[in-house]
């Protein structure tokens, strides 16, 4: 088992959280009422939950069965 490891492909990036991502994640889907709508539950409803399941994921990197990416797009190289 890898855990998780960055995947890429022409359109997409999956790699792994980072404290960089806070802002981003809390102001794209904390913010959006249909984030909980839709999935059941929201780990990015305050700045303060954001950033406290950010450094959950990135504690458990560190085990090899463990799967917590973060998406985005390619930079154009």
């Known amino acids: 088992m890898q855990g998780t490891v960055q995947r890429k492909t022409k359109h997409l990036v999956l790699r792994r959280y980072t404290m960089d991502d806070v802002?981003?994640?809390?102001?794209t889907f904390g913010k959006n009422k249909a984030m909980y709508r839709y999935s059941g539950w929201n780990p990015f409803q305050t700045l303060s939950m954001t950033n406290e399941s950010i450094q959950k994921y990135i504690a458990c990197y560190n085990d090899p069965t463990f799967y917590g990416w973060q998406w985005c797009q390619p930079k154009n190289d």
Do not use: G, M
Request: glycine share 0%.
């Open 23 to 27: 802002d981003i994640l809390y102001k």
